[in-house]
Nanobody
């Protein structure tokens, strides 16, 4: 069992930055691929990015490439999402996720979810 606690959401102006954190507890952190998904009001949840258990491999949705960076600190069992140049349409609940699958692209790949943390980007 893995418990995920996300934090760092808040209100930011368009063009601004925010860093989310996800603290994991339970089974070996490095055994899981970790990632972030988001769900905007009235829309389906979508993949944002993921990182391998070793921290060596990252995958990003095309919409966030070059602006978002995922990183991990295995000593702290924590994953971070640095979000820069945020856009109003990126207002959403951001969810931390963990899975043993090689890829973490869809909801079906996720074994554990954290509660969402709300990011609001004002125009």
């Amino acid at each position: 069992q893995v418990q995920l606690v996300a934090s760092g959401g808040g209100l930011v102006q368009a063009g601004g930055s925010l860093r989310l954190s996800c603290a994991a507890s339970g089974r070996a952190f490095s055994s899981y691929r970790m990632g972030w998904f988001r769900q905007a009001p009235g829309k389906e949840r979508e993949f944002v990015c993921s990182i391998s258990g070793s921290g060596a491999g990252t995958v990003y949705a095309d919409s966030v490439k070059g602006r978002f960076t995922i990183s991990s600190d295995n000593a702290k069992n924590t994953v971070y999402l640095q979000m820069n140049v945020l856009k109003p349409e990126e207002t959403a609940d951001y969810y931390c996720a963990a899975g043993v699958a090689t890829h973490l692209l869809f909801d079906r790949d996720v074994d554990y979810w954290g509660k969402g943390t709300l990011v609001t980007v004002s125009s």
